[in-house]
């Protein structure tokens, strides 16, 4: 079973309004984390934003914020006043702890392709 | 400015040779990890390194390898071994490898087999 789904493989946005890229993730382990990374088309993996599993609140950076859900399993970003450089490849990944204290590696969805329109 | 790079930008290996990627950080950090990204498709763990002389095997270690001899240093070398290496490769790194540890990556070294 996929650990993360992205089921939105591209979006389109017009630019200065806001955008919901989705997320669902699979685990059952109780400590885990939920990342989010920009790629532009130069490659370069961007990081955005970081939800911990025993987070109260949703969070925040900048335009960027995480919807957590947790008893959806989801962990959907949403950009606000989207600008033409946030257009890219969003991606969604997770890391579970494991009881013994060591983590499991990171864990990506296969990505949404954002293009922010004039 | 702290950072981690990856040498060379674009690689080019004929069938059956060797080649070395290297990645550098400079942010003190303990973990290190090496990614594989194919088109259109999401990032896969080759290698990855905890501490100093230790690393172990990710999802699809098959046909590479890997030393840490340094903290600032994993290099990655993909053998004749491995059999559709052209693909997009990331390093990546973090203070240390628990699940709240953010992975930060470099810019990707981008490898073609002719």
């Known amino acids: 079973a996929q650990k993360i789904t992205q089921t939105q493989p591209g979006m389109f946005v017009q630019e200065k309004e806001a955008v919901t890229l989705d997320c669902t993730y699979d685990?059952?382990?109780?400590?885990?984390?939920l990342f989010w990374y920009k790629q532009p088309s130069s490659g370069e993996m961007i990081f955005l934003i970081y939800q911990g599993s025993y987070d109260e609140q949703n969070a925040t950076e900048g335009r960027y914020s995480l919807n957590f859900q947790k008893a959806r399993k989801s962990a959907n970003l949403v950009i606000s006043a989207s600008q033409l450089g946030d257009s890219a490849m969003y991606f969604c990944?997770?890391?579970?702890?494991?009881?013994?204290?060591?983590?499991?590696?990171?864990?990506f969805g296969s990505g949404t392709q954002l293009t922010v329109l004039p | 400015d702290g950072g981690i790079t990856q040498s060379p930008k674009y690689l080019f290996r004929k069938e059956g040779q060797n080649v070395t990627l290297s990645c550098e950080q400079n942010l003190n950090h303990d973990a290190m990890y090496w990614y594989r990204q194919d088109p259109g498709q999401g990032l896969r763990l080759i290698y990855y390194s905890q501490i100093v002389n230790d690393f172990q095997k990710g999802d699809i270690a098959e046909g590479y390898s890997v030393s840490r001899e340094k903290k600032e240093s994993f290099p990655l070398t993909v053998t004749s071994a491995q059999k559709n290496p052209t693909a997009f490769y990331l390093c990546?790194?973090?203070?240390?490898?628990?699940?709240?540890?953010?992975?930060?990556f470099g810019p990707g070294t981008r490898l073609t087999v002719l």
């Open positions: 685990t059952s382990d109780q400590s885990y984390g």
């Open positions: 990944a997770m890391r579970e702890q494991l009881s013994s204290g060591s983590a499991r590696q990171l864990t």
């Open positions: 990546a790194s973090s203070k240390r490898a628990g699940s709240t540890d953010t992975q930060y």
